[in-house]
């Protein structure tokens, strides 16, 4: 089946530091990858995804993802973390269906002043 | 523009006590779907539909019923209530090249069952 496994269960960061939010996969054939946020008491929101091409993926709100294949991660990046990033971010493939995301276990990320 | 709205935001139940959460979407979205999110466990897919009287079942459907009469709304019944099934239910749409795009979700509903 198509997994993610998302390592850290909080991510803690001082605003002005780069943050990384790290996402591994597991699949069969080419992974179709995702990145979304839940801000508190909110539904998700879509970031950013990798389908084909470049490694590097640019997302909302200055979000980019790499895509490793031979370490098989998918890990979320921000050169410069602000405050208002604090949220839980959620890492997710396509099922192999094609109707289906399946979401790691999130991550809660912590940016202090 | 609305999006994806869902009722209620908060309900409490009793065990065996049945209830429909509602979804509707004003975007024209063929796929729309119901999550369910636990504490460490992310978000699961209960059931989806690709269209208009067409839904399959997604990893943990049971307890749970679907209907899709009509391409805006999708309501998700919950046939007698079990505290295993206190959670909070996300229903989320998109195009049905969502696999190249994104999903856009609601913004939950939060149920408890005593």
């Known amino acids: 089946a198509q997994s993610v496994a998302q390592p850290e269960d909080q991510v803690n960061v001082a605003e002005g530091n780069p943050l990384t939010v790290k996402c591994t996969y597991s699949?069969?054939?080419?992974?179709?990858l995702f990145w979304y946020v839940q801000y508190p008491n909110r539904g998700l929101q879509f970031l950013l995804k990798y389908i084909t091409g470049d490694n590097l993926v640019k997302g909302s709100y200055g979000f980019e993802a790499e895509f490793n294949k031979s370490q098989t991660s998918f890990h979320l990046k921000k050169p410069s973390a602000l405050v208002s990033d604090s949220a839980l971010y959620f890492c997710a493939v396509r099922d192999l269906s094609g109707y289906a995301l399946n979401f790691g276990k999130g991550t809660s990320l912590l940016v202090t002043p | 523009n609305a999006g994806v709205t869902q009722t209620p935001k908060f309900q409490v139940l009793k065990t065996g006590q049945s209830m429909t959460l509602q979804c509707a979407q004003d975007?024209?979205?063929?796929?729309m779907s119901w999550y369910r999110q636990d504490p460490g466990m992310g978000l699961r897919l209960i059931h989806y539909?690709?269209?208009?009287?067409?839904?399959d079942q997604g990893e943990v459907p049971n307890g749970y019923n679907v209907s899709r009469s009509t391409t805006e709304d999708f309501p998700l019944r919950l046939l007698s209530a079990a505290p295993s099934q206190t959670s909070v239910y996300f229903c989320?749409?998109?195009?049905?090249?969502?696999?190249?795009?994104?999903?856009?979700f609601g913004e939950g509903s939060r149920l408890t069952v005593l």
């Open positions: 975007m024209n979205h063929e796929y």
């Open positions: 539909s690709v269209g208009a009287g067409i839904t």
């Open positions: 989320a749409s998109s195009s049905l090249g969502f696999t190249a795009g994104e999903l856009f």
């Open positions: 699949v069969s054939g080419n992974p179709y």
